[in-house]
């Protein structure tokens, strides 16, 4: 049995050219395995804290070596000796010394980012993929996964604070039909965006792209967004349900305020019902399969009052609603406020954790998402734990731009290797 000899960590940039933190496990064996930490740009106030320099000038104050720092004189020094498939022992561990609710005295970017090195050093040391090790680690929770390649959520354009564009809403998603084989949606997906990007540009609308890979257009409403869509799934040999579906991730906090929420379809700011009356409509013209963050997060009766609307029809996913948070998804659970779960990582800050909220909303029957965030680096660990997790969908993003297209083509490959075994 190997054991944990060296961790160590250094400061390197994610995709919006941001610092984060990259962890690095070495075995006694020699084996040695990467991870690194994402970040997001319209972060939940529930999530777990992300360690910033925010009194150093270097890199505008964003920089990470105080999180780099916890990795090589705290967090990594106490791991040394540990089996590393004892995933829970070791996270156990992270957890006790940093001893606060919110990740907040090492950083979770910093235990997040050891945490995923330890679980590739763990498929390492077992000698598996690391989607089965993480199958075997979601099965030490009590999750019973069934190992497929997850549908992904192509967000296709981008708006709010991911967007230079003029969009209120977030992400618009374009999703392929569950029964398709991944192949077979991702190349759909990748179709449909160049069609997308064709179609904007005949418009006259910007076409150069955001965060997440999606475009960043001005247009004149959001549902403008949701008719470029249907334009453009039109120009395509497939149809809109029963091929693809589409989406939204409203992220409503960047567009909330006071009480109010201000979007460009309407001359006057909405309250809750107003908005509420919009997403009716909204469904009635464009039968949406998935709204995500509809309302602000600590709107509960918002919420409530969406999913009694919408029942079963459309699943309602939680982000800044729930942060990955045990507490905030036994709450949903409790008023009913969603039906699906937005699952990162990094709000919640070790593996074993995120594992063990997944399985809390499998056990209220909810539907998985795994999801990248804004800012990304070119790890993969989360393709394999979308799959190794038996997650309904994905959510990597766009399909272009290369921390984005890295994790499309990571479940490429283990869709092959998947057929493979089956033979
Ligand atoms: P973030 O966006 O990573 O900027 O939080 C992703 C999302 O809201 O789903
Ligand atoms: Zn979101």
Redesign the pocket.
């Known amino acids: 049995m190997a054991k944990i000899a060296r961790i160590w960590a250094r400061e390197i940039l994610d995709s919006r050219g941001l610092p984060t933190v990259e962890a690095a496990c070495q075995l006694d064996s020699g084996m040695l395995s990467v991870s690194s930490a994402p970040a997001?740009?319209?972060?939940g106030t529930h999530e777990a804290l992300e360690l910033r320099d925010t009194d150093s000038p270097r890199y505008l104050g964003k920089g990470v070596l105080k999180a780099v720092g916890n990795v090589n004189s705290v967090l990594g020094p106490a791991l040394v000796g540990i089996d590393p498939s004892n995933q829970q022992a070791s996270d156990a561990k992270l957890i006790e010394i940093d001893g606060t609710e919110n990740k907040s005295k090492y950083g979770a970017n910093a235990i997040l980012a050891v945490s995923q090195a330890v679980c590739k050093a763990g498929s390492m040391e077992q000698r598996l993929p690391l989607y089965m090790w993480i199958l075997a680690l979601a099965q030490q929770v009590g999750l019973k996964p069934v190992v497929r390649v997850p549908t992904p959520l192509f967000n296709m354009i981008n708006g709010g604070?991911?967007g230079a564009g003029n969009l209120d809403f977030?992400?618009f998603h374009v999703i392929p039909a569950s029964t398709k084989p991944y192949s077979q949606g991702l190349q759909m997906g990748v179709e449909i965006y160049q069609t997308i990007g064709e179609n904007l540009a005949r418009r006259g609308a910007i076409h150069s792209v955001g965060n997440e890979g999606g475009y960043a257009p001005n247009l004149f409403t959001n549902a403008d967004a949701l008719e470029v869509f249907v334009e453009s799934i039109r120009d395509t040999k497939y149809s809109i349900g029963r091929d693809v579906f589409l989406g939204l991730?409203v992220?409503a906090d960047s567009f909330y305020k006071d009480g109010e929420y201000i979007i460009r379809d309407k001359s006057s700011p909405l309250d809750d019902n107003g908005l509420l009356e919009f997403y009716k409509s909204l469904n009635n013209q464009y039968h949406l399969a998935l709204i995500?963050?509809p309302f602000q997060e600590d709107a509960w009766e918002s919420w409530k009052k969406l999913r009694e609307t919408f029942q079963d029809q459309v699943t309602v996913v939680g982000?800044d609603l729930l942060a990955t948070n045990p507490k905030r998804v036994q709450k949903a659970i409790a008023e009913n406020a969603c039906n699906a779960i937005?699952v990162k990582p990094n709000q919640i800050g070790t593996v074993t954790e995120t594992l063990k909220v997944i399985k809390m909303s499998r056990d209220a029957g909810w539907k998985v998402i795994t999801?990248h965030?804004?800012?990304e680096t070119n790890d993969t660990f989360i393709a394999d734990f979308g799959v190794g997790t038996g997650s309904d969908y994905v959510?990597f993003g766009a399909p272009a731009r290369g921390e984005r297209v890295a994790k499309y083509n990571r479940l490429s490959s283990i869709e092959g290797e998947l057929s493979r075994i089956k033979k």
Do not use: C, I, N, P
Request: aromatic residues 0%.
């Open positions: 997001g740009t319209s972060t604070l991911h977030q992400e991730d992220a995500e963050d982000d937005l999801s965030r804004s800012g959510k």
